[in-house]
C-alpha cells in the first residue's frame, strides 16, 4: 500500500515472534498484526520495532521447559489510508491474473472462518503456555467464593 504522507494516523505493522521451547525441535511462529498510532511512516517503523522487542520474553511453561519468544523482526508495514471506523480499509492484497478456480480457492464458508473457529489449544505442537499464567488462573479459580 502506497503510502500518503497528508492523512495518515495509523498504520498497519506485521510483527514476526518466534517461540522456542527447550526440548522442542520444532518452532511456532507468529505473524501478529497491530495497529500502530504515527504521524509519519518513520515514527510507525519506530514504534513498531519498539512494539516487537516488547513482545520478547522468557518464561517457564506448565511442564517446567523454558520458552523464550523472539522479536524476529517485521515481515510488512503499511498505511491505513481510511479513518478508524466501521467498514475502513484496513490493508489489502493486489493479485493478477487469478483464474476461477484460484479466487474460488481463496474464499471461504462462514462456519470455516477463523473467527467461528472453536478456540481449542492445538495439542500437537509444542506448548508455549506461561506456568505463572495457568498457576494464576488456577488459583483465582481455587479461591473463588461459592455463587448463591
Known amino acids: 500500500m502506497a503510502y500518503n504522507s497528508e492523512r495518515a494516523k495509523w498504520y498497519l505493522a506485521e510483527i514476526v515472534t518466534e517461540m522456542k ?5 520444532e518452532n511456532i511462529v507468529h505473524n501478529n498484526l497491530i495497529l500502530i498510532r504515527a504521524s509519519s511512516a518513520e515514527e510507525a517503523y519506530e514504534k513498531a520495532m519498539a512494539r516487537g522487542l516488547e513482545m520478547e520474553d522468557t518464561y517457564q ?4 521447559e523454558t520458552v523464550t519468544i ?3 523482526g ?3 508495514l503499511n498505511v491505513i489510508q481510511d ?3 466501521d467498514g475502513a480499509e484496513i490493508a489489502y492484497e493486489e493479485m493478477t491474473d487469478l483464474s ?7 474464499l471461504q464458508a462462514k462456519d470455516d472462518l477463523g473467527v467461528f473457529q472453536p478456540d481449542e489449544i492445538d495439542m500437537d505442537g509444542p506448548s508455549y503456555t506461561s506456568k505463572d499464567i495457568v498457576d494464576e488462573a ?6 473463588k467464593p461459592e455463587e448463591r
Do not use: Q, V, Y
Open 74 to 76: 517485521l515481515s510488512d
Open 138 to 143: 488456577l488459583r483465582i479459580i481455587n479461591h
Open 100 to 106: 476461477e478456480e484460484d479466487i474460488k480457492e481463496m
Open 70 to 72: 523472539l522479536f524476529r
Open 21 to 25: 521451547m527447550a526440548g522442542e525441535h
Open 61 to 64: 511453561s506448565p511442564e517446567g
Open 83 to 85: 479513518e478508524l471506523e
